[in-house]
């Protein structure tokens, strides 16, 4: 029901004998012949909730139509049952299915009615073929439409980004009681995977699980060095259920106290990510949590000696302090509008991930070298200010101290 009411509010925004081709993403090959996982194309998972491959739909305001995989005993023994084109009308609330074999002769009859074909290329399956069934004079975009619907979140899409953030509060918690030197990073990581899937969910990213000089290194994903006494550990790890993704950063010390210099970095990127979140309200430059954050990331470092007022924090602080979150980790929408920012609206999702990355070879006191600190939350934006999604997981240094000692 709620993605037949997705395709109505989108074809209310375009022509009335518009019509609106979308296409699933391809299955790809890991090796061999084993496949990745299949994991649908979002924007077709948003406006059809099917999550088989091989699939086309064809959406107008007078004809939902549905090309999709033959039911084949013989395959479905090896791969699982198939919905089929008997049962697909009724479970997708289609008006007619038809197997993916005739797309060639049935998409042009579809076609051939509208003066308005609006399709996306981009890594769909079979999207070449498509292509060259559409008149040039008629072809138009539709993602830019989707991407607004999806950055502004229905209830639906709500309670299930506060599930996976739930569910991602849970390893990072169960991260910091297990972590001890000695143990790998490979080790932690487990913890992830363990909860992820215990509750019906995977990773939506590859994790980063980053001791010592990896916090370091921002996309940092091989997690096989030892943790020591000494280390910081930077986990940014967050899980996908149903198709929806969270995104947490925590940083904690593997010995579960820190150092008086990690405490000084630590607390500069915790009130960093305060401010930042103050500002995330309907109506606010969505670039302001950024401005904040790295303001007060700034005058932190002034004040303990490590920049001068004239020096680039990007030698520190190198990334943006926020993204849409959603189906995709890196979620759909524009940031400007016409070359301006643009402002916070209810149902959006961004998250908060100010950070402080200090090298091992910072010409600065040897105390502070290869302390990595990011600390990154989910937040969604209401009519009554930001709600953190992910606020459940401690992130004071008491809090993260005492967890840890637990
Ligand atoms: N985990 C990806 C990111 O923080 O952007
Ligand atoms: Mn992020
Ligand atoms: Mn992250």
Known sequence: MIHKSRRQKLLNQIEDNGLIILSTNPEN??????????????????????????????????????????????????????LGVSRANEALMSDNAYPISELNQKLPQLISKSEHIYFDIDNTYRGSEILEMIPKSKLKSIKHLINEMRLHKDELEISLMRHAASISVKAHELAMQKVRSGMFEYEITSLFDQIFRANNAEHAYPPIVAGGKNSCILHYINNDQELHENDLL??????????????????????????????????????AQKVAIDEMYVGNNIRAPHFEASRVIKEGLISIGLMKPNDDIRKFYMHGTGHWLGMDVHDVGDYNIEDSPRRFEEGMVMTVEPGIYIRGDAKIDTKFHNIGIRIEDDVLITKNGPEVLTGSLVKEIDDIESIMTK
């Not at 994991?39 to 007078?62: H, N």
């Not at 995104?247 to 990127?269: C, H, L, M, W």
């Open 29 to 82: 090959i890991r090796n061999g012949d084993v496949l990745y996982p299949f994991r649908p194309d979002s924007d077709f998972w948003y406006l059809t909730g099917f999550k088989e491959p091989e699939c086309i739909a064809v959406i107008s305001k007078d004809n939902y139509s549905i090309f999709l995989r033959e039911r084949d005993p013989e395959r479905e023994i090896w791969d699982g049952e198939r």
């Open 234 to 271: 930077l986990i940014d790890s967050g899980c996908e259920y149903e198709g929806y993704a969270s995104d947490i950063t925590r940083t904690f010390p593997v010995s579960g106290k820190f150092s008086n210099a990690q405490k000084e970095i630590y607390s500069i990127v915790l009130d």
